[in-house]
């Protein structure tokens, strides 16, 4: 299915160089940013308070979110579970209080809104559990890009696998260097969502490069930089339409789907943009660098060999 078809190839690789130069500064500001800022980290890395209130009608968890907010709490995490009457928060840890001093102020300014709310529990979220979390969630990363790796090399070459790791490791530093910038609450959801991204953005690569080899086979006069070009050229219409719609369902999260939603939705939109820039610029541009050509991809028949040489055809 396609919208629309591009006649003429467009020379995207004859801009490869500025393009991937400034990849590099986007990049190396991440990193920069990283090391500097660091990661606002949610409570479920940092350790805090979670409590779980209960209302006697549906909560209004807008309402609930703003009462906390006056307590001098900039960024709680408040959520409906189970039921519109149930409520979870989630309160970062304070120095100057306990898990239980906490849990009663809260409830405090609960009650004096709204004298129903009971308290059903409080848990007290410790550091160690944030740290086990943490080594979970980069042994996750790690396999996924040892798996994308396997599976490019299988599937292509490993000029592909290595160029895709490179551009997709180029989205989720670039993902988590917009978090350190802005300092946004990096939570376990935003780890969910780049590694939704990794995923996705491999997703274009290998279309791409399916592309690249199908045109390898059939067009043997064009240089490989020709080739990538009119591989990418060919999967606009489909790129439009895939991403388009995608976004759609990710900006409606971002809009409509409360601040629970939010930090999610705005990784997944920051990932879908540069996934999209990374598998058709930097993963292609790097795969040409590293001197991908059709014997890479396409085994030699005997309409490729050459009639006069006299090995032409000779089994060992």
Same mark, same amino acid.
């Given at each position: 299915m396609e919208f629309f078809r591009i006649r003429k190839t467009i020379p995207f690789m004859r801009h490869a160089l500025v393009l991937n130069? !400034?990849? @590099? *500064?986007?990049?190396?500001l991440a990193v920069f940013f990283l090391f500097h800022r660091g990661l606002h980290l949610s409570v479920e890395f940092t350790g805090g308070t979670v409590m779980e209130v209960a209302y006697e009608q549906s909560a209004d968890i807008g309402k609930v979110r703003e009462t906390i907010g006056t307590l001098g709490y900039s960024e709680v995490l408040v959520q409906a579970y189970g039921s519109s009457r149930d409520v979870q928060i989630r309160l970062p840890a304070r120095k100057d209080m306990n898990a239980t001093q906490q849990s009663t102020q809260v409830v405090d300014a609960l009650k004096a809104v709204d004298p129903g709310v009971t308290l059903r529990g409080v848990e007290f979220v410790g550091p160690q559990v944030g740290?086990?979390?943490?080594?979970? &969630?980069?042994?996750?990363? =790690?396999?996924?890009?040892?798996? !994308?790796?396997?599976? $490019?090399?299988?599937?292509?070459e490993w000029k592909f696998a290595v160029s895709t790791v490179l551009a997709n490791l180029h989205d989720v530093v670039i993902i988590l260097g917009f978090f350190a910038f802005f300092q946004w609450e990096f939570s376990l959801a935003v780890l969910a969502a780049v590694l939704?991204? *990794?995923g996705y953005s491999v997703n274009e690569s290998v279309v791409i490069f399916d592309r690249v080899r199908e045109n390898f086979?059939?067009?043997?006069?064009? %240089?490989?930089?020709?080739?990538?070009?009119?591989?990418?050229? %060919? #999967?606009?219409?489909?790129? !439009?339409?895939?991403?388009?719609? #995608?976004?759609?369902?990710? $900006?409606?999260?971002?809009?409509?789907g409360g601040p629970t939603l939010h930090y999610f939705a $705005?990784?997944?939109?920051?990932? /879908?943009?540069?996934? /999209?820039? %990374? %598998?058709? @610029?930097?993963?292609? =541009?790097?795969?040409?660098?590293? &001197?991908?050509?059709?014997?890479?991809l396409v085994k030699a028949t005997k309409k490729d060999e050459d009639p006069n040489d006299p090995n032409s055809g000779a089994v060992v």
């Open positions: 130069a !400034i990849s @590099f *500064l986007t990049f190396a740290e086990e979390l943490t080594t979970n &969630g980069l042994k996750a990363l =790690a396999m996924v890009v040892v798996g !994308i790796m396997v599976y $490019l090399a299988f599937r292509f939704a991204v *990794l086979r059939r067009y043997r006069k064009l %240089s490989t930089q020709e080739v990538i070009d009119s591989a990418i050229t %060919s #999967t606009i219409s489909r790129t !439009i339409i895939t991403h388009g719609s #995608t976004q759609l369902v990710v $900006l409606s999260m971002f809009f409509f $705005l990784a997944l939109t920051i990932g /879908i943009c540069f996934g /999209i820039y %990374s %598998s058709c @610029f930097v993963a292609a =541009a790097i795969a040409m660098w590293l &001197g991908v050509k059709r014997e890479d």
